[in-house]
């Protein structure tokens, strides 16, 4: 009897003590989640790295695997505006609710760039608390590493020491690979580019790309035929050296200014599995330089 | 004296910026000019009597029909149950209001006032939700649609096609909205397991909206979902409604005898309604913005049981067991074009009346109306949509009709995140 009793309690306490559930919306923030916990947390990625984050099913697995997390990491800003709600609403989880600590929101730690002057969708798909895609300048994970792995401490204090310890080895390495990066990227300052959707400010702000012209008319609106043919006529007059996208958007609009104006199409991992050299963050980045250090060659 | 340090100081700070200003790059400039005006937006002041407004969105739709047969002919073996029909010519049926908010941690807030064509405004939802009651619990109080079925919960402006399936026009008025209370539970599985239990007035079809102390209805459903893979997502479902219809009264029922225009019954008696219901999607790489396809079924059993008074005269027992159902694939075959197939098929069943009326109401029709629906829709982004849809509808026994319908689904302001 007491050696049951002995086991029962003892299943009772490895479970309060068991891994955290981390419920990451994308990709990067699942690997820096890896990175800051490692076995300390069970993580789930809600989209893969080929999905436009901005358009995501609020799927029945998803709300499920809300239900029991107790870490909720996104990029916020409202890039899931689209799906997020839902998932936070149907599974009725008050520890990962906004305001809770357990819903961690990136974008608060950085500083936001295109934050629009006025509020339009005239203008397209604006979002009001300025350009999400926060995760393209390596500089920014430094604040939201620092911050992230704060709130792993708060949500589970008997660990704190360990977040703490992985944190300051990730900030090392991370600074470390930041000089790298921006030293192999030297030959990209000033380059000209094409993006097909805004997609890279953060990008384009730290390695210094020039950003000439967009694919899309509007933001989050399809490239139309007309505006490609307006942009290729800039582009005799004004030339860039490549044309970018991120890996989940459409290889068409790009491939056709690519073979018009006699530049090289480049697709960017854009997160941690979007090509099959990015597979972490580190190889995320050293992937990202890589292919723009290609599309500098003439095609 | 305090006024001219301040003075200096402030000097001293422009001199500073300028200084700095002067040998800062390009990137450096625009990164402060990124972060001045990101500080003059958070300072700039804010009455906290407008800050706290709610989200408001308003759907404006509107849509031209051309038909063949006058839509208030109900479906052959349905003129008991709903026919809500379709409006002829330009109309503007699905525009709408929705107003939602936190009210505080524990509740929110959401109310939809559709805008009627006539004139007026109905509230078609004002509800409370909690969902800080944890361990996966869901209140919601006041006027909801109801969460049984896959489609009876969406709003006109999701849906896939510019009607409901023939199964929800004659068996639920389109959807069922109630007044009353459901609860939900999500398990703690990995599976996303969901049950659900709603009490409510009985005030939408085939409710019978009276006073009483008591509950007018009851429906419990249960959803089950998960994905495989990255590509493939499903949920399947079941449901039970059960109310109590009292005199619910039903005009234009054909009978034996052949009375022109039909005649007027009365029913009163317990309706019972089961359905089961799954969805599947899948998009190549889960990328649902480039690609996906969609398909969906549902089916309901209706079996009613009491007390039929035919020309509000005659009474006599009544039972009958009907059912319906639909099978529609919607696929998004590139971005922003989407086209959808739908057929449905009711089956009246055949009723069993009691000896004073077996002369006088017709039991079994001996027809089964079905439709066949297909649409094209193109969403120049995600907040309008215009569509046409042409349907062959042969829901009323020798009246077959050609259906053609445009319509456009545009939406303002807030937009809320969509439901699976």
Known sequence: MKKLLFIAMLLISSSSHA??????????????????????????????????????????????KARNAQLLVCTGAELEIGWIPVVLRESANPAIAVGADGNFSAAKYVTMREVPGRLDRADGDVHAMGNPHIQTDARNFLPIADALSKRLAQIDPDHAAQYQQRHKAFEQQWRTAIAKWEQLAAPLKGVPIVVQHKGFPYLNAWLGLNEVAELEPKPGMEPSASHLGEVLNELHSHPARMVIRAAYQDARPSDWISQRAHIQAVALPFTVGGTPQASDLYTMFDDTIARLLGGLKQP | ???????????????????????ADDTTLHALDERITQLEQRAAPTSSANAFNPAISLILGGTYARLGVDPTIPATGFA???????????????????????????????????????????????????????????????????????????????????????????????????????????APTDRFFELGGEIGRGRGFPGSDTNRNGAGNAVLFAHLGDDIGVEHSWRIGASLHETQRQN???????????????????????????????????????????????????????????????????????????????????????????????????????????????????????FQPTRTSWMLDYSPSEFSRLRLQLARDHSRQTLPENQIFLQYVMSMGAHGAHSY
Request: hydrophobic share 40%; proline share 4%; glycine share 10%.
């Open chain 1, 19 to 64: 891994a955290i559930n981390v419920f990451a919306c994308e990709p990067e923030w699942a690997a820096l989640s890896q990175i800051l916990a490692g076995d300390l947390a069970n993580i789930y990625t809600a989209t893969g790295a080929l999905q436009d984050p901005h358009q995501v099913q609020a799927r029945p697995s998803l709300i499920a």
């Open chain 2, 1 to 23: 004296m305090y006024q001219s340090i301040y003075t200096r100081a402030s000097l001293l700070f422009v001199l500073s910026i300028s200084c700095s200003a002067a040998i």
């Open chain 2, 80 to 186: 008991m149950s709903a026919n809500p029909g379709h409006q002829q010519g330009f109309n503007i049926g699905e525009s709408e209001l929705g107003i939602s908010a936190n009210i505080d941690p524990q509740f929110s807030g959401f109310a939809t006032m559709a805008l009627s064509p006539a004139g007026g405004v109905s509230v078609e939802n004002a509800f409370i939700q909690s969902n800080a009651l944890g361990s996966g619990v869901n209140l919601k109080i006041g006027r909801y649609f109801s969460g049984l079925g896959y489609l009876n919960d969406l709003h006109a402006h999701a849906w896939d096609f510019v009607d409901q399936p023939l199964v929800y026009a004659t068996l639920w008025n389109n959807q069922l909205g109630e007044d009353g209370l459901q609860l939900k539970w999500l």
């Open chain 2, 248 to 366: 619910a009264i039903s005009t234009g029922v054909p009978d034996l005898l052949g009375s022109v225009g039909g005649v007027s019954n009365s029913f009163t008696g317990k309706s019972r309604t089961a359905g089961l219901d799954m969805v599947w999607k899948y998009s190549p790489n889960g990328n649902v913005a480039d690609r996906y396809i969609k398909f969906q079924s549902e089916y309901f059993q209706r079996k009613e049981s009491g007390t039929l008074s035919y020309n509000l005269l005659t009474n006599s027992s009544y039972s009958d067991t009907q059912t319906g159902w639909y099978a529609q694939s919607v696929a998004q075959f590139m971005p922003h074009w989407r086209m959808g197939l739908r057929y449905d098929r009711l089956n009246p069943g055949s009723a069993t009346v009691g000896a004073a009326n077996t002369a006088n109401v017709i039991s079994n029709y001996g």
